[in-house]
């Protein structure tokens, strides 16, 4: 059958607006940080998959990349090399060394128009992280802060109030007496209290509580030679080596399989354990909001969103698309029930699936009203190696290799000559 030049034309017209519609999706890379195999991976991949189901015309492509150090070492390889991801999940306090290097766009650039309020919504702990100097660098995504988790069954067992946590370090101490179990001996078989030692993120809930502070908001001062820090890490040690009520080297993991196995009473650990020990634990436990002391306060964690540097101007907008998409109140619900982090904004908690889910499970929102006291996390510039040195210090501290005081001394100084060139 022959065809006419015209019923030609038209057919090879539709074909090329067909062909133009399908090269007009725009693909992007997302770095998130979970090992391939997790459940937040299987989580995730449905989320990716809703997205790209409302939008043909994006595609997003989630790489997972092992844990937070790991995916922030690929992402800044590969932008590096040319290649940067469009967007990654990548630690709030990663936002120095990410500027540093120059490789994340402002998110400023976005917030206009109808998008001039976005950010409203948010709870204000958390965007403290995601801002310097009036700057919006990173949305709030995967967020936690620590929390006071207790055995209700061990406080029956030694005459404690179960529905009356400790509110204090006094209070938390004295429990912890009472729930520490010692054979004949003198061997601990429960630990009255677990906190972790092998980060430095639940100290920094003791410093701001004792009325102290860590850092500026732009990264460059250090306070780590106050009294303030020095009585936060004076009541840390007393519990561990004077009291032995506490261990002195504990991981988050290892604190929530030895409070879901009994082996300790008391711990402070992330609110994105809730779900483990809500899953694990077969005894009766409560959670309350962090013991305090000269003031009640705790430091916020977890990841933001960033948009990349050194990608086409069509993969920004689209990226900004998908990070709004990510941010929306019935997403932020979504993750939060799937995974134990807290919403990252208040209007998720209005939200029917929320609602439903903090029925059977109100302790969502003692995590929430916690966030009323939640501060910045503590962050440097060349912060991985503060840290570290921050760490160092505090196993020491806890492993009696040096005075608190001395110590903290050390550690003020060798920060202090690390952030010297970020002064100038």
């Known amino acids: 059958m022959k065809l006419g030049f015209k ?8 074909l090329v607006l067909i062909a133009g519609t399908a090269l007009s999706v725009t693909n992007l890379r997302f770095f998130f940080p979970v090992q391939v195999a997790g459940a937040l991976a299987v989580l995730m991949d449905g989320v990716v998959a809703d997205f790209n189901s409302e939008h043909p015309d994006i595609f997003v492509e989630p790489i997972y990349s092992g844990n937070y150090d790991q995916t922030m070492q690929k992402a800044v390889t590969a932008a ?10 990548l630690l709030a306090i990663d936002i120095f060394s990410l500027l540093d290097m120059n490789l994340i766009e402002d998110m400023d650039q976005f917030l206009v128009g109808e998008d001039a309020n976005f950010t409203e919504p948010f709870y204000a702990g958390f965007l403290e992280n995601s801002m310097i100097d009036g700057v919006t660098w990173s949305i709030p995504f995967q967020r936690s ?4 988790y207790y055995n209700k069954d061990h406080f029956r067992e030694v005459g404690l109030d179960p529905e009356n946590p400790p509110k204090t370090w006094e209070e938390l101490l004295e429990a912890a007496k009472k729930l520490t179990i010692k054979d004949s001996r003198g061997n601990v078989t429960r630990w009255g209290f677990e906190d972790i030692t092998d980060d430095t993120w639940t100290i920094q809930a003791w410093i701001l509580q004792a009325g102290g502070k860590y850092a500026n908001e732009t990264g460059t001062e250090s306070y780590f030679d106050t009294p303030e820090v020095e009585k936060a890490v004076e009541q840390w040690t007393y519990m561990a080596n004077v009291e032995r009520v506490m261990p002195r080297h504990r991981s988050y993991g290892a604190a929530s399989q030895d409070f879901v196995a009994g082996a300790a009473s ?13 899953s694990s634990a077969t005894f009766d436990f409560g959670v309350a909001p962090l013991p305090g002391e000269a003031k009640t306060a705790v430091p916020t964690g977890g990841g933001n969103l960033y ?3 050194g990608i086409p101007e069509e993969n920004k907008e689209a990226a900004w698309t998908f990070v709004k998409w990510l941010s929306k109140p019935e997403n932020s619900a979504r993750w939060s029930i799937g995974t134990g982090y807290i919403p990252v904004r208040k209007d998720a908690f209005e939200t029917e699936a929320l609602k439903e889910f903090a029925e059977g499970f109100p302790y969502i929102l003692v995590a929430r009203d916690q966030l009323d006291v939640a501060r910045r996390e503590m962050a440097f510039h060349s912060n991985s190696q503060i840290r570290e040195l921050f760490l160092t210090t505090l196993q020491n501290i806890l492993d009696e290799r040096v005075p608190i005081s001395a110590g903290l001394k050390q550690l003020q100084e060798e920060v202090e000559m690390i952030l010297a060139p970020f002064k100038q």
């Open 7 to 14: 019923t030609f034309l038209v057919i090879l017209v539709s």
């Open 80 to 89: 590096q090399g040319k290649n940067p991801p469009d967007v990654a999940l």
């Open 145 to 148: 802060t620590p929390i006071f």
């Open 266 to 278: 008391m711990m402070f650990n992330s609110t994105g354990s809730l779900s483990f020990v809500k």
């Open 307 to 309: 948009i990349f540097k």
